[in-house]
C-alpha cells in the first residue's frame, strides 16, 4: 500500500470471521448469516465504566460479573441462542470467574479458541 491509511479492525474482523469469499454458498436457499451480528459482551472494564478506573480490583471484578447478569438476563428476553462474552488474556482469574458464575447457572459454555478471539471469550448457549 503506498498511501497510509490505516486498516478498519471491523473489516479485519469480518474477514477473519469468513464473511468474504471467493466461493458461493453452499446454500443458496436457505437464509444468510451474513447479515447478522454476535452478540458480544466486552468485559475490559475501561470500555464498559471508563469513569470508574479508580476502583479496587475487587470492585472491578464485581461490576464485570454483574454486567455478565445482566447481559445473560438481556439475551434471554432477546431469545438469543448463542452470544459471546470477551474476557481478555490477563491472569485469567476474570475467565475463571465467570465460568463458575456460569457453571453456578447452569449455562452450558465453552472457550472460544477460532478467530478473532483466539481463546479469549467464552461462547453462551442459551
Aim: charged share 30%.
Amino acid at each position: 500500500m503506498s498511501d497510509n491509511k490505516s486498516i478498519d479492525p471491523n473489516l479485519l474482523k469480518r474477514m477473519m470471521m469468513g464473511e468474504f469469499s471467493c466461493y458461493p454458498s453452499p446454500n443458496k436457499n436457505k437464509k444468510s448469516n451474513q447479515g447478522k451480528r454476535n452478540l458480544e459482551l466486552d468485559l475490559h472494564f475501561d470500555k464498559l465504566y471508563p469513569s470508574k478506573s479508580g476502583l479496587s480490583s475487587f470492585e472491578k471484578l464485581n461490576h464485570q460479573l454483574e454486567a455478565v447478569d445482566e447481559f445473560i438476563q438481556s439475551a434471554k428476553r432477546k431469545s438469543v441462542r448463542s452470544a459471546y462474552i470477551i474476557v481478555g488474556k490477563g491472569e485469567g482469574v476474570l475467565k475463571k470467574k465467570v465460568s463458575d458464575y456460569l457453571k453456578g447457572s447452569k449455562i452450558q459454555h465453552n472457550t472460544v479458541s477460532d478467530p478473532p478471539y483466539f481463546g479469549n471469550a467464552i461462547k453462551l448457549k442459551l
